[in-house]
Every structure is written in structure tokens, then in C-alpha cells.
């Protein structure tokens, strides 16, 4: 399982122990990729804290800017930070040099309102294909109460 968030620095991501020298290098690259070159993920200030096989778990502090009409997280919102989830979670199954994961679908079941606080999406990978993938991602809110359910198909996309 993976282990505990690093604290402030962006790049420095909780990885799990018995990874290989190779695995820790290409999941050192997914986290390097997803913090320095994802304009969108620093539009919403999600980060990513944690990378294991088929797993990993981003935070968001939901503030203002985060909020719809109704003073709630605005669904937009959670459904990126699951997406993210579980689209990263599937990257580490993928050879980076000629994979990468897109999605195609996407369902969220959206359980109850957000106002304020840290906000974490568990993604993880249920089933990898040679062309799809299905994962799944809880967000849940500080408090732990999960907030919102989401299922993901994801095409496994050739590299050009």
C-alpha cells in the first residue's frame, strides 16, 4: 500500500517500499509529469501525494474558487479530482515510453455537499486491458466522509 503524504513539496510524493529501480523511476516521472507540466491540476490546486501499482491518492484544498451558486464545491470540481485519480493510478501500469491513458467515460455519484477543507481522491485501477482500462476513485472530505463515487473507462493509447 502506499504510504503517507510528503508534506509541502510538490514533487515529493509518497511511493511504496519494494518498488524496483525501474518502477521507482517511472513513478518518480509520472509525478515530475503531473505536478510541473498540468497547467489544469495548478488551475484547481490539485496534487498529488501518493503512487502505488494501480493506485494513487491526490488532495485539494476546496476554497473559494471551488464553490458553485449554491456556496458548495461545484461538481466539475470533484469529477477532475477523481479523473485525476484514477487516470495517474493507471498510469503506473503503462510502459511510459509508448502508453498513456485517456478517458473515455466517466460516472460520479455526487453524495453530499462541500463547503471548505482538504478534499482526497483515492484512485485505483479494477481491471487493465491491452486497449481499456475501468478504475474507480473516492473523493472523501477531511472529515473522511466520502463525498463522492466515481467509476472511469480509460483507452490505453499508443504513443505517436
Given at each position: 500500500m502506499?504510504?503517507?503524504d510528503?508534506g509541502?513539496?510538490?514533487l515529493?510524493?509518497?511511493?511504496?517500499?519494494?518498488?524496483?529501480?525501474?518502477?521507482?523511476?517511472?513513478?518518480?516521472?509520472?509525478?515530475?509529469?503531473?505536478?510541473?507540466?498540468?497547467?489544469?491540476?495548478e488551475?484547481?490546486?490539485m496534487?498529488l501525494?501518493e503512487?502505488?501499482k494501480?493506485?494513487?491518492?491526490?488532495?485539494?484544498e476546496a476554497?473559494?474558487?471551488?464553490?458553485?451558486?449554491?456556496?458548495?464545491v461545484?461538481?466539475?470540481?470533484?469529477?477532475?479530482?477523481?479523473?485525476?485519480?484514477?487516470?495517474?493510478a493507471?498510469?503506473?501500469?503503462?510502459?511510459?515510453?509508448?502508453?498513456?491513458?485517456?478517458?473515455v467515460?466517466?460516472k460520479v455519484n455526487?453524495?453530499?455537499?462541500?463547503?471548505?477543507?482538504?478534499?482526497?481522491?483515492?484512485?485505483?485501477?479494477?481491471?487493465?486491458?491491452?486497449?481499456l482500462?475501468?478504475?474507480?476513485?473516492?473523493?472523501?472530505?477531511?472529515?473522511?466522509?466520502?463525498?463522492?463515487?466515481?467509476?472511469?473507462t480509460?483507452a490505453?493509447?499508443?504513443?505517436?
Open positions: 502506499m504510504k503517507g510528503k509541502g513539496d510538490p515529493a510524493v509518497g511511493l511504496p517500499d519494494g518498488l524496483t529501480v525501474e518502477e521507482r523511476d517511472r513513478f518518480e516521472e509520472i509525478a515530475r509529469q503531473r505536478t510541473r507540466f498540468s497547467p489544469y491540476y488551475l484547481l490546486g496534487r501525494a503512487l502505488g494501480g493506485e494513487s491518492r491526490f488532495l485539494m476554497e473559494g474558487r471551488h464553490l458553485n451558486a449554491g456556496g458548495v461545484h461538481g466539475g470540481a470533484l469529477a477532475s479530482l477523481a479523473d485525476a485519480a484514477m487516470g495517474v493507471l498510469a503506473t501500469l503503462l510502459d511510459p515510453l509508448c502508453e498513456r491513458p485517456v478517458t467515460e466517466m455526487f453524495l453530499c455537499p462541500v463547503r471548505e477543507g482538504t478534499l482526497e481522491a483515492r484512485g485505483r485501477v479494477l481491471q487493465r486491458g491491452r486497449t482500462a475501468l478504475g474507480e476513485a473516492e473523493v472523501l472530505d477531511g472529515e473522511g466522509r466520502l463525498v463522492a463515487k466515481a467509476l472511469g480509460f490505453v493509447r499508443q504513443r505517436q
